[in-house]
């Protein structure tokens, strides 16, 4: 399984960015997914997830009214639009796959089998 992340940036407070995570190599709907993000001398936390059928999402209380996660099952893409971004939205934001497919969100980073590489995202005041 490959997770291959894009759409960080630069951008001034305020502003909104799309982030998107391709996989390959198995079939994306056997996946639960997320997204994680690690700002420099942080741990990595949990920002969204999403369950295999994307009946079922969930974002951190520092997220939430602000991001929204999505995927698209037909284009094996998951998404998360950010809005209204803060500086302390700045960190690398990770995506994350791993097998399950109940309609639950997975929360817990220890459980995700499966990484991107990370996409910077510098949000500036």
């Known amino acids: 399984v490959q997770l291959q992340a894009s759409g960080g940036g630069l951008v001034q407070a305020g502003s909104s960015l799309r982030l998107s995570c391709e996989l390959s190599?198995?079939?994306?709907?056997?996946?639960?997914m997320a997204w994680f993000r690690q700002a420099p001398g942080k741990e990595r936390e949990f920002v969204s997830g999403?369950?295999?059928?994307?009946?079922?999402?969930s974002h951190a209380d520092s997220v939430k009214g602000r991001f929204t996660i999505s995927r698209d099952n037909a284009n094996n893409t998951l998404y998360l639009q950010m809005t209204s971004l803060k500086p302390e939205d700045t960190a690398a934001y990770y995506c994350?796959?791993?097998?399950?497919?109940?309609?639950?969100?997975?929360?817990?980073?220890?459980?995700?089998?499966?990484w991107g590489q990370g996409t910077e995202v510098t949000v500036s005041s």
């Open positions: 994350a796959a791993m097998p399950w497919r109940r309609d639950e969100v997975v929360t817990s980073r220890g459980l995700y089998n499966h």
């Open positions: 190599g198995r079939p994306f709907s056997m996946f639960a």
């Open positions: 999403i369950s295999w059928s994307g009946s079922t999402s």
